[in-house]
Protein backbone atom coordinates (compact mmCIF):
# COMPACT_ATOMS: atom_id res chain seq x y z
CA UNK A 1 0.00 0.00 0.00
CA UNK A 2 2.30 2.95 -1.08
CA UNK A 3 2.10 6.01 1.24
CA UNK A 4 1.76 9.17 0.58
CA UNK A 5 4.45 10.56 -1.77
CA UNK A 6 6.09 14.41 -2.56
CA UNK A 7 8.27 15.34 -5.44
CA UNK A 8 10.77 16.75 -5.33
CA UNK A 9 12.75 15.95 -2.40
CA UNK A 10 14.77 18.78 -2.47
CA UNK A 11 14.83 22.27 -4.25
CA UNK A 12 17.04 25.62 -4.32
CA UNK A 13 15.64 28.34 -5.67
CA UNK A 14 16.14 32.39 -5.59
CA UNK A 15 14.03 34.90 -4.09
CA UNK A 16 11.41 36.19 -6.18
CA UNK A 17 11.32 33.16 -8.04
CA UNK A 18 8.13 30.53 -8.48
CA UNK A 19 8.59 26.66 -7.29
CA UNK A 20 5.74 24.31 -7.89
CA UNK A 21 5.65 21.03 -5.18
CA UNK A 22 4.06 18.04 -6.12
CA UNK A 23 1.94 15.19 -3.64
CA UNK A 24 0.06 12.02 -4.09
CA UNK A 25 -2.02 10.89 -1.37
CA UNK A 26 -2.09 7.53 0.21
CA UNK A 27 -4.36 5.23 -1.58
CA UNK A 28 -8.09 5.55 -0.66
CA UNK A 29 -7.45 9.00 0.59
CA UNK A 30 -9.36 12.18 -1.49
CA UNK A 31 -7.95 14.97 1.19
CA UNK A 32 -4.90 16.70 0.80
CA UNK A 33 -3.39 19.31 3.34
CA UNK A 34 -0.14 21.11 2.90
CA UNK A 35 1.59 22.67 6.43
CA UNK A 36 5.46 24.35 6.32
CA UNK A 37 7.61 23.43 9.07
CA UNK A 38 10.49 25.69 9.87
CA UNK A 39 13.37 24.33 11.60
CA UNK A 40 12.53 23.76 15.35
CA UNK A 41 9.03 24.57 14.92
CA UNK A 42 5.90 22.26 14.32
CA UNK A 43 4.13 22.34 11.14
CA UNK A 44 2.15 25.08 9.94
CA UNK A 45 -1.37 24.49 8.52
CA UNK A 46 -1.23 26.22 4.75
CA UNK A 47 -4.87 24.75 3.35
CA UNK A 48 -6.65 21.99 1.89
CA UNK A 49 -8.39 20.62 -1.05
CA UNK A 50 -11.14 18.31 -1.44
CA UNK A 51 -13.08 18.14 -4.89
CA UNK A 52 -10.84 20.02 -6.53
CA UNK A 53 -11.39 22.85 -4.13
CA UNK A 54 -9.52 24.70 -1.25
CA UNK A 55 -11.98 23.74 1.70
CA UNK A 56 -9.89 25.78 4.68
CA UNK A 57 -7.09 27.91 4.44
CA UNK A 58 -4.57 28.53 7.19
CA UNK A 59 -2.81 32.17 8.16
CA UNK A 60 -0.92 31.95 4.74
CA UNK A 61 -0.91 35.08 1.70
CA UNK A 62 -1.85 34.95 -1.53
CA UNK A 63 1.36 33.92 -2.95
CA UNK A 64 0.80 30.22 -1.77
CA UNK A 65 -1.61 28.46 -3.47
CA UNK A 66 -2.89 25.21 -4.61
CA UNK A 67 -5.05 23.03 -6.75
CA UNK A 68 -6.15 19.31 -6.83
CA UNK A 69 -6.33 17.17 -9.51
CA UNK A 70 -9.10 14.40 -10.49
CA UNK A 71 -6.86 11.86 -9.48
CA UNK A 72 -6.78 13.46 -5.79
CA UNK A 73 -3.19 14.52 -6.32
CA UNK A 74 -2.05 18.04 -5.60
CA UNK A 75 0.09 20.73 -6.26
CA UNK A 76 1.63 24.10 -4.29
CA UNK A 77 2.51 26.39 -5.82
CA UNK A 78 4.59 29.89 -4.04
CA UNK A 79 4.81 32.79 -6.21
CA UNK A 80 7.50 35.65 -5.37
CA UNK A 81 9.45 33.53 -2.95
CA UNK A 82 11.24 35.30 -0.15
CA UNK A 83 13.97 33.90 2.18
CA UNK A 84 11.36 33.09 5.10
CA UNK A 85 9.92 30.61 3.01
CA UNK A 86 12.95 28.61 3.50
CA UNK A 87 11.23 25.20 5.07
CA UNK A 88 9.86 21.84 4.48
CA UNK A 89 6.92 21.57 2.68
CA UNK A 90 4.82 18.66 3.97
CA UNK A 91 2.00 17.05 2.47
CA UNK A 92 -0.81 14.84 4.41
CA UNK A 93 -3.67 12.97 2.95
CA UNK A 94 -6.67 11.66 4.69
CA UNK A 95 -9.81 10.07 4.02
CA UNK A 96 -13.38 11.97 3.83
CA UNK A 97 -15.03 9.12 6.12
CA UNK A 98 -12.13 9.78 8.66
CA UNK A 99 -10.91 13.31 7.65
CA UNK A 100 -9.44 14.35 11.18
CA UNK A 101 -6.51 11.37 10.69
CA UNK A 102 -3.75 12.52 8.83
CA UNK A 103 -1.29 10.54 7.14
CA UNK A 104 2.33 12.52 6.37
CA UNK A 105 4.44 12.54 3.41
CA UNK A 106 8.32 12.65 3.46
CA UNK A 107 8.14 16.46 2.82
CA UNK A 108 10.27 18.91 0.25
CA UNK A 109 12.85 20.34 1.50
CA UNK A 110 12.71 24.10 -0.13
CA UNK A 111 15.96 26.29 0.43
CA UNK A 112 15.52 30.02 -1.15
CA UNK A 113 18.85 31.91 -1.41
CA UNK B 1 -0.65 32.35 23.44
CA UNK B 2 -0.08 28.66 21.80
CA UNK B 3 -2.86 26.81 21.65
CA UNK B 4 -0.64 23.30 22.21
CA UNK B 5 2.79 23.65 23.89
CA UNK B 6 4.66 20.56 24.69
CA UNK B 7 7.41 19.78 27.17
CA UNK B 8 10.30 19.17 27.84
CA UNK B 9 11.55 20.88 24.90
CA UNK B 10 14.26 18.19 24.83
CA UNK B 11 14.84 15.15 26.87
CA UNK B 12 17.83 12.94 26.96
CA UNK B 13 16.99 9.04 28.93
CA UNK B 14 19.29 6.04 28.99
CA UNK B 15 17.82 2.79 27.50
CA UNK B 16 15.16 1.29 29.64
CA UNK B 17 14.45 4.32 31.64
CA UNK B 18 10.39 5.42 31.78
CA UNK B 19 9.56 8.50 31.25
CA UNK B 20 6.29 10.92 30.05
CA UNK B 21 6.38 13.76 27.45
CA UNK B 22 3.63 16.36 27.68
CA UNK B 23 1.20 18.14 26.02
CA UNK B 24 -1.44 20.77 27.38
CA UNK B 25 -3.58 22.19 25.04
CA UNK B 26 -6.52 25.03 25.45
CA UNK B 27 -8.82 24.84 23.08
CA UNK B 28 -12.49 25.74 22.91
CA UNK B 29 -14.29 22.29 21.52
CA UNK B 30 -11.47 19.64 20.97
CA UNK B 31 -12.21 17.27 18.09
CA UNK B 32 -9.29 15.09 18.64
CA UNK B 33 -5.62 15.04 20.01
CA UNK B 34 -2.61 13.32 17.75
CA UNK B 35 0.87 12.24 18.25
CA UNK B 36 2.98 12.00 15.68
CA UNK B 37 6.90 10.62 16.06
CA UNK B 38 9.37 12.60 13.52
CA UNK B 39 12.64 11.72 12.62
CA UNK B 40 15.28 14.42 11.23
CA UNK B 41 14.75 15.74 7.64
CA UNK B 42 11.29 13.14 7.22
CA UNK B 43 7.92 13.46 7.44
CA UNK B 44 5.98 13.38 10.67
CA UNK B 45 4.76 9.59 11.46
CA UNK B 46 1.08 9.08 12.71
CA UNK B 47 0.86 7.40 16.01
CA UNK B 48 -2.26 7.99 17.98
CA UNK B 49 -5.26 9.45 18.03
CA UNK B 50 -7.33 10.53 21.25
CA UNK B 51 -10.46 12.00 21.09
CA UNK B 52 -12.31 11.90 24.82
CA UNK B 53 -10.82 11.80 28.11
CA UNK B 54 -9.91 9.03 29.76
CA UNK B 55 -8.87 7.21 26.67
CA UNK B 56 -5.76 5.64 26.09
CA UNK B 57 -3.70 4.13 23.26
CA UNK B 58 -0.85 1.70 23.44
CA UNK B 59 1.63 0.57 20.45
CA UNK B 60 4.98 -1.55 21.53
CA UNK B 61 6.76 0.96 24.04
CA UNK B 62 4.65 3.93 23.87
CA UNK B 63 1.33 4.60 25.29
CA UNK B 64 -0.97 7.86 25.48
CA UNK B 65 -3.59 9.01 27.75
CA UNK B 66 -6.01 12.17 27.74
CA UNK B 67 -7.73 14.34 30.09
CA UNK B 68 -9.27 17.60 29.57
CA UNK B 69 -6.35 19.76 29.66
CA UNK B 70 -3.08 17.86 28.52
CA UNK B 71 -1.90 14.47 27.34
CA UNK B 72 0.71 12.17 27.91
CA UNK B 73 3.07 9.88 25.79
CA UNK B 74 4.49 7.43 27.99
CA UNK B 75 7.32 5.98 26.84
CA UNK B 76 8.25 2.22 28.87
CA UNK B 77 11.84 1.02 28.76
CA UNK B 78 12.82 3.12 25.68
CA UNK B 79 15.54 2.00 23.02
CA UNK B 80 17.86 4.01 21.12
CA UNK B 81 15.45 3.40 18.20
CA UNK B 82 12.82 5.41 19.69
CA UNK B 83 15.13 8.58 19.38
CA UNK B 84 13.16 11.55 17.51
CA UNK B 85 10.79 14.57 18.08
CA UNK B 86 7.53 13.34 19.05
CA UNK B 87 4.45 15.94 18.07
CA UNK B 88 1.50 16.66 19.72
CA UNK B 89 -1.51 18.14 17.27
CA UNK B 90 -5.11 19.28 17.92
CA UNK B 91 -7.80 19.36 16.32
CA UNK B 92 -10.52 21.84 17.14
CA UNK B 93 -14.43 22.18 16.24
CA UNK B 94 -14.55 25.56 15.24
CA UNK B 95 -11.16 25.46 13.43
CA UNK B 96 -12.39 22.80 10.59
CA UNK B 97 -9.79 20.18 9.63
CA UNK B 98 -6.20 21.67 10.28
CA UNK B 99 -3.81 20.11 12.86
CA UNK B 100 -2.62 22.79 15.05
CA UNK B 101 0.63 21.64 16.33
CA UNK B 102 3.13 21.84 19.39
CA UNK B 103 6.87 22.77 18.93
CA UNK B 104 7.65 18.97 19.78
CA UNK B 105 9.93 17.34 22.19
CA UNK B 106 13.52 16.22 20.91
CA UNK B 107 14.13 12.81 22.60
CA UNK B 108 17.72 11.07 22.58
CA UNK B 109 17.81 7.61 24.22
CA UNK B 110 21.21 6.59 24.90
CA UNK B 111 22.97 2.97 24.77
Known amino acids: DAGVTQSPTHLIKTRGQQVTLRCSPK?????VSWYQQALGQGPQFIFQYYEEEERQRGNFPDRFSGHQFPNYSSELNVNALLLGDSALYLC????????????FGPGTRLTVT | EDQVTQSPEALRLQEGESSSLNCSYT??????LFWYRQDPGKGPEFLFTLYSAGEEKEKERLKATLTKKESFLHITAPKPEDSATYLCAVQEFDSGYALNFGKGTSLLVTP
Open chain 1, 27 to 31: SGHDT
Open chain 1, 92 to 103: ASSSRTVTYEQY
Open chain 2, 27 to 32: VSGLRG
